[in-house]
């Protein structure tokens, strides 16, 4: 709709991005770190932010970085997930057959990651994500997922990622045992001003228009609006771009901005 007008050869603040393409702050670097450690070591890790915070964008950023060659990376997103279906997601990812017991999936999942190891030495990674929309059942079960050889190692890496009543729910003294399994904790907050202003920057450099679109007094409309949050940031970007296309405007300042805050973006939100 406005790419045409502001020349642009890609989208810029929406979904589908190339995760290399990504702007990473320096939070962003330092839970990916934490990420790889977690694929690297095995390890259980919980990934916690509020809705639009980028756990999903960091999640694709880890598979993209991943060598394929050493990891099978095992996605998992079903708020009705029970743990049958969990082992038969993965093992379906594996190219095997579902299996109608839970323990046999179970076994059947252990046993294809035995072989992936040993014969293809490759560690197979396991995200499961909106983790905080599961049961306690459900939970409970990566305690078993992860049960192996006498618990002298993890047979895969355990990746856990929700909004932040996941990690309220984990320390409730219902989830003690699960809570104690987890090696490593990763938080997403928001960003502050000169990461959102690096952010919208990085954007339209990646949509391949050659000269900032927004003004400082813009960037910081935007920045109030969404406290930082990017999936916010997206929508009041994405929505100023129409209207500054719309008017014909080479350049938006804070009075646009405004404008659209108040009679497109904060309608949506409501």
């Not at 095997?96 to 323990?103: A, H, Q, V, Y």
């Not at 079960?141 to 049960?147: D, Q, W």
């Not at 339209?204 to 400082?216: A, K």
């Amino acid at each position: 709709m406005y790419e045409a007008f502001y020349g642009m050869r890609h989208t810029p603040f929406v979904r589908g991005i190339p995760s290399n393409a990504l702007y990473k702050t320096r939070q962003n670097a330092e839970v990916l770190s934490r990420l790889s450690y977690t694929a690297k070591n095995q390890l259980f890790a919980v990934l916690i932010g509020e809705p639009g915070t980028g756990k999903t964008s960091t999640l694709r950023r880890l598979k993209d970085e991943l060598p394929e060659s050493e990891y099978m990376v095992l996605y998992v997103s079903d708020s009705r997930l029970t743990p049958r279906s969990f082992y038969n997601y993965m093992l379906n990812q594996l190219g095997c057959k579902s299996e109608f017991l839970r323990n046999t999936a179970r076994n059947a999942l252990h046993k294809q990651i035995e072989i992936m190891r040993s014969m293809q030495n490759r560690k197979a990674v396991v995200i499961v994500d909106e983790a905080h929309l599961l049961p306690k059942e459900m939970l409970e079960e990566a305690r078993f997922l992860l049960n192996y050889r006498m618990d002298s190692e993890n047979p895969l890496a355990l990746i856990l990622s929700g909004q932040t009543e996941l990690w309220d729910k984990l320390r409730l003294s219902a989830y003690r045992a699960i809570l104690e399994r987890v090696d490593i904790e990763c938080f997403l907050t928001p960003m502050d001003f000169a990461d959102t202003k690096q952010y919208i920057q990085s954007q339209i450099q990646y949509s391949g228009h050659e000269s900032p679109i927004f003004t400082d007094d813009a960037i910081r409309s935007i920045f109030d609006f969404s406290g930082g949050n990017p999936r916010l940031i997206n929508r009041a970007c994405s929505q100023s771009l129409i209207y500054g296309s719309q008017m014909k405007q080479n350049c938006i300042d804070s009075k646009s901005v405004d404008i659209v805050l108040e009679n497109e973006v904060t309608g949506m939100s409501q």
